[in-house]
C-alpha cells in the first residue's frame, strides 16, 4: 500500500529537528514555532497554557495537513517579553500541573486499594 510506515509519526528522522523557531516579520514580538511529529494533543494544550499568561497577546495552532505529523504555533508577546520564554514557560507550568495530577491520582488509587 501507499500508506507511510507507523513508526515515521513519532520517530525523528535523521537530521530532523523536533522545534523550529521562525521569527514572523508580520507582527511585532511573534515567533512561529513548528513542532514536529507531534498533533492536536499537544498544540492544544500549549496553545490554552499560553493564553493563560498575561504577557502573551496571541496564541493559536494549526495543523497544516492531517497526513503531516507537525502543528504550527505562533505566539505574539508583551515588548519585554519572548515568545521563546513564554513558550518554556508554558512547557514547565504544563509540567508541575501534570506532576501534581499524577501525584494525585497515585494517592487515589492507594486510599483505594488501602479501603477494600
Known amino acids: 500500500m501507499n500508506a507511510p510506515a507507523a513508526f515515521e509519526s513519532?520517530?525523528?528522522l535523521d537530521g530532523e529537528k523536533k522545534i523550529i523557531i521562525t521569527k514572523?516579520?508580520?507582527v511585532p514580538n511573534a515567533a512561529i514555532f513548528t513542532v514536529n511529529?507531534?498533533?492536536h494533543t499537544l498544540g492544544n494544550?500549549?496553545?490554552h497554557q499560553l493564553l493563560c499568561d498575561p504577557q502573551?497577546?496571541?496564541a493559536g495552532y494549526k495543523v497544516p495537513h492531517p497526513l503531516e505529523h507537525?502543528?504550527?504555533l505562533r505566539i505574539q508577546t508583551t515588548a519585554d517579553y519572548s515568545p521563546q520564554e513564554a513558550l518554556?514557560?508554558?512547557i514547565s507550568d504544563l509540567i508541575t500541573e501534570t506532576s501534581g495530577l499524577e501525584a494525585k491520582f497515585r494517592n487515589a488509587i492507594s486510599e483505594k486499594r488501602n479501603t477494600e
Open 56 to 58: 502573551v497577546l496571541f
Open 24 to 26: 514572523d516579520t508580520k
Open 70 to 72: 507537525k502543528f504550527v
Open 45 to 47: 494544550l500549549l496553545m
Open 37 to 39: 511529529k507531534e498533533d
Open 10 to 12: 513519532f520517530l525523528l
Open 88 to 90: 518554556s514557560s508554558a
